[in-house]
């Protein structure tokens, strides 16, 4: 806890999208979801494909897709967000709130220089003429890291690296300063080497600009070296939400631990299984009528109240909270809960 | 005891662009797989580790070098020899979408293989895709659906599937688990040792992750600008937290050690 008041503060936040034959009914994608990003802290964003980590990235960003329904808060520097119309979000990308998408080809033109599209980021902001936005351009690049920038800065995006084109996108993002990133895993697509540089330059920025970081990913690798704290996500709820050190350390909820023990050991076991979680993750519409706890089916220690009752938050520890009925029956090592070789 | 597949100074070149020079992707590269063994191919980003997959698999033909496999050598056999040694050698994907036709169900997937390789039979076909779904862990009724309906731990599944359907003696894992979230690619890797267990399958695996490198394989070949720098026990990888794959060891450069 950096003990600085909330940049961002989402509470009982959800998502839900038109369903079945008519498009009457609606299934919730995203239920009751709570957290804070201060200034100059990591959040990360954990979670399975499918349990709602980049639709609640979107939804901040005011980016839902066009059938999402929306409820709850989302404050931003104290104003609300949530409904607030497109032209209310125009002013804020870019210089308050700003995306690092997965896929950097998806955000370049590729028939525009990167510098070009650099500078016409700067001007989209910032009243200033071509030469002074091209100098920015150049600077930006310069400050991710890539070699050369003047001259880099004429080369088209295909002519760049995977590595450099996600460098650009980051000094796009982060070319006005923003007060908030949310980076969508934003390595995934990118080799080891190359993850650890553009994360390192991530968590750079934000101390010297003191933006804060919204991290989705669904690697606890890198959650364990980049993030402060972490919200772990599963089927749509929040499962656990603490200090990264708290959380991964002593998980308290069966699914984190679950992940965790799912992990490749650093030590050879002398097993060559790898413990699992059974089954596969609910649809969106068993998620949403589940009458007790959305792990229960998969979870080892799943007990009558579980099938029966939504756990709701507990802080087990200070600024660690748990979403889950057995939390005080996990054990203190994950892989005692988990077997291993039953097909997940 | 010796090795199902044997490949040596392999060179595979793409030609320059723009007059420039010719790349060298895979500069002289040598390795052995046995049966029930796992090699890993490691490395960075145009190390060469896809290079030299698509040149043991013959997708392309190598510019120079050997491959040795079960005792043949590949490179010297025209395509319809070739055709009668492909279905030993079956490679699975990275993306497990994209690696599945999405207009084909999944057990019309699973059959394809077969039905290429004129070895369908309508009677004892439907039985066997069945089988192989059972195999890889999936519910029968799922050789109903298409692949936008499955996850992607199931695609990853029908992929392996499919490549099984052909009696395979070596698959090529192109970085199979690389797109899978945590828990799904335990269950996958887990699957995949099961397999090779109980088939005496031999892996040749490409994989950029340390961690899973050394839980899963039992050698490591380390590639850099297209050449083996190193073949060491996976175990040996240093648990590098980049999860760039460097041997703690130097003393075993050179020759890959047979087992």
């Known amino acids: 806890m950096t003990g600085r008041p909330p940049l961002l503060s989402v509470a009982d936040l959800r998502v839900a999208f038109p369903d079945g034959p008519t498009g009457r009914d609606v299934v919730h994608a995203v239920r009751d979801v709570s957290f ?11 979670g399975e494909s499918g349990a709602g980590k980049s639709l609640i990235a979107r939804v901040l960003l005011g980016m839902a897709p066009p059938t999402a329904r929306t409820s709850g808060r989302v404050r931003f520097r104290g104003r609300e967000l949530l409904g607030a119309a497109r032209s209310g979000y125009a002013g804020l990308w870019g210089r308050h709130l700003a995306l690092v998408p997965q896929d950097a080809l998806s955000v370049l033109s590729p028939v525009h220089t990167v510098g070009d599209q650099l500078a016409a980021a700067v001007r989209s902001v910032r009243r200033v003429g071509r030469a002074e936005a091209r100098a920015a351009a150049v600077a930006a690049l310069d400050r991710v890291g890539i070699a050369d920038a003047a001259r880099r800065a004429g080369a088209y995006p295909h002519e760049f690296s995977g590595g450099m084109r996600q460098r650009a996108v980051i000094a796009m993002a982060t070319i006005n300063e923003p007060d908030l990133v949310v980076a969508d895993e934003p390595t995934t697509a990118l080799d080891p080497d190359v993850r650890e540089q553009v994360l390192g330059l991530l968590a750079a920025l934000r101390e010297t600009t003191g933006a804060g970081l919204l991290l989705v990913t669904h690697d606890l690798d890198v959650v364990a070296r980049h993030a402060d704290r972490v919200l772990v996500l599963y089927a749509g709820e929040v499962v656990e939400y603490g200090p990264v050190k708290r959380v991964l350390e002593r998980p308290r909820a069966p699914y984190t631990a679950g992940l965790l023990a799912s992990l490749p050991p650093g030590e050879p076991t002398g097993s060559r299984l790898l413990p699992a979680i059974d089954g ?3 649809s969106l519409r068993e998620a949403a009528s589940a009458p007790g706890c959305v792990f229960a089916p998969r979870c080892p220690l799943a007990a009558d109240p579980c099938r029966t009752r939504r756990p709701a938050p507990v802080e087990a520890a200070a600024g660690h909270l748990v979403s889950c009925h057995r939390r005080a029956d996990v054990p203190e090592v994950p892989t005692q809960l988990f077997g291993a070789g039953e097909a997940g | 005891m010796t090795p199902l597949l044997h490949v040596r100074d392999l060179t595979v070149r793409y030609p320059g662009r723009n007059r420039r020079s010719p790349v060298l992707a895979v500069d002289g590269v040598s390795f052995e797989v046995s049966a029930g063994e796992t090699l890993a191919l ?3 980003s145009g190390s060469g580790k896809s290079s030299t997959a698509a040149a043991v698999l013959l997708l392309r033909r190598p510019d120079s070098g050997e491959v040795w496999f079960d005792g043949r050598e590949l490179t010297a056999l025209d ?14 994907f990275q993306d497990p ?3 599945l036709s999405p207009r084909l169900r999944i057990r019309d997937a699973i059959a394809e293989p077969l039905r290429v390789q004129g070895r369908w039979d309508p009677v004892a076909g439907p039985a066997r895709v069945a089988e192989l779904l059972d195999t890889v862990g999936l519910d029968a009724r799922l050789g109903d659906r298409r692949p936008h309906e499955l996850s992607g731990g199931q695609c990853q599944r029908v992929g392996i599937a499919r490549a099984l359907a052909s009696d395979p003696r070596l698959l090529v894992l192109d970085e199979p688990v690389s797109a899978l979230d945590p828990s799904v690619r335990a269950g996958v890797l887990n699957l995949l040792v099961e397999l090779q267990d109980r088939l005496g399958l031999a892996y040749l695996f490409i994989c950029h992750d340390t961690a899973v490198v050394r839980h899963f394989a039992h050698r490591v070949a380390v590639l850099s600008d297209g050449r083996i720098i190193r073949t060491a026990s996976a ?3 240093h648990p590098h937290p980049s999860g760039a794959a460097r041997p703690r060891t130097t003393a075993t450069t050179g020759k890959a050690a047979t087992t």
């Open chain 2, 97 to 99: 979408y994209g690696s």
């Open chain 1, 280 to 282: 596969s993750p609910p």
């Open chain 1, 36 to 46: 804070d990003v201060s200034e100059g802290e990591v959040l990360a964003l954990v």
């Open chain 2, 235 to 237: 175990r040996s990888l």
């Open chain 2, 42 to 44: 490691a490395g960075a």
């Open chain 2, 79 to 92: 395509e319809p020899a070739l055709r009668a040694v492909r279905p030993a050698v079956q490679p699975v």
